[in-house]
């Protein structure tokens, strides 16, 4: 049973940073693409940030320049490192899973930006 846990997620005042984690369990994780989602109230959950399984990023355009993904494959655990943050970036954040077609999301954890 593959399991996403994420953490680090809070309040932090606009300008600020925060660190989100998602470690992994039950899975090769090294294999996995792994990708980080934001649903804000009232809005679609959109893809934030991805990385493959090659280390491959890619970003939405909002958050480029400002918050990075990363993974340590020894620590089954991928990061997103948020600078700058703005009032726009309050969402739930989602950790996501996928290898070969297989899908598995975390619960989420608040990210609140005040102005």
């Known amino acids: 049973q593959v399991r996403l846990v994420e953490s680090g997620g809070g309040l932090v005042q606009a300008g600020g940073s925060l660190r989100l984690s998602c470690a992994a369990s039950?899975?090769?994780?090294?294999?996995?693409?792994m990708g980080w989602y934001r649903q804000a109230p009232g809005k679609q959950r959109e893809l934030v940030a991805s990385?493959?399984?090659?280390?491959?990023?890619n970003y939405t355009d909002s958050v480029k320049g400002r918050f990075t993904i990363s993974r340590d494959n020894a620590k089954n655990t991928v990061y997103l490192q948020m600078n700058s943050l703005k009032p726009e970036d309050t969402a739930v954040y989602y950790c996501?899973?996928?290898?070969?077609?297989?899908?598995?999301w975390g619960q989420g954890t608040q990210v609140t930006v005040s102005s």
């Open positions: 996501n899973s996928n290898a070969f077609g297989y899908y598995y």
């Open positions: 039950g899975t090769i994780f090294s294999i996995n693409h």
């Open positions: 990385i493959t399984a090659g280390g491959n990023t």
